[in-house]
């Protein structure tokens, strides 16, 4: 089964949104099966088969959530990041102010579900395959 630090080692290869294809297939090259990830405070937790899960504490100080949520703001936010134009803090930044509380990552089936502080779906997107040489 996956470690923390390996999950850790994985996403270290992310610089901006469109590494994220890439770094899924690590993850999926681990185990991952899913992951929930919270925007509110960076904490995350990653499932693998039979029940497995390794948590992640939180990563940075609390995230306000915006309320009303905002799916165009949470669109636009996604576009820029999958072009390359932010990292990782901002697309957290970007997604606390659109109203996402958290957010889901399906392996299996390769989409990426936002979620707001009322716990409704705001966005699912497919997850983009990578091709390897």
Same mark, same amino acid.
């Given at each position: 089964? @996956?470690?923390?630090?390996? !999950?850790?080692?994985?996403?270290?290869? /992310?610089?901006?949104?469109?590494?994220?294809?890439?770094? !899924?297939?690590?993850?999926?090259?681990?185990?991952?099966?899913?992951? $929930? @990830?919270?925007?509110?405070?960076?904490?995350?937790?990653?499932?693998?088969?039979?029940?497995? =899960? /390794?948590?992640? $504490?939180?990563?940075?100080?609390?995230?306000?959530?915006?309320?009303?949520?905002?799916? $165009?703001? #949470?669109?636009? &936010?996604? &576009? +820029?990041?999958?072009?390359?134009?932010?990292? @990782?803090?901002? !697309?957290?930044?970007?997604?606390?102010?659109?109203?996402? =509380?958290?957010?889901? /990552?399906? #392996?299996?089936?390769?989409?990426?579900?936002? @979620?707001?502080?009322?716990?409704? !779906?705001? #966005?699912? =997107?497919?997850?983009?395959? /990578? $091709?390897? +040489?």
């Amino acid at each position: 089964m @996956f470690t923390l630090q390996q !999950i850790k080692a994985v996403h270290a290869t /992310v610089k901006t949104g469109a590494d994220f294809p890439r770094y !899924i297939q690590g993850l999926k090259q681990l185990g991952l099966l899913h992951y $929930e @990830f919270m925007v509110t405070d960076g904490s995350a937790v990653y499932f693998g088969a039979d029940g497995y =899960e /390794v948590k992640r $504490e939180a990563g940075y100080a609390p995230k306000a959530i915006a309320r009303p949520a905002s799916t $165009e703001a #949470l669109r636009q &936010a996604i &576009a +820029a990041h999958q072009q390359g134009l932010s990292d @990782f803090p901002t !697309i957290c930044k970007q997604a606390a102010g659109a109203g996402v =509380e958290k957010w889901k /990552v399906d #392996l299996d089936n390769m989409t990426c579900t936002y @979620f707001d502080a009322d716990g409704r !779906i705001m #966005l699912m =997107e497919p997850i983009p395959q /990578v $091709e390897y +040489a």
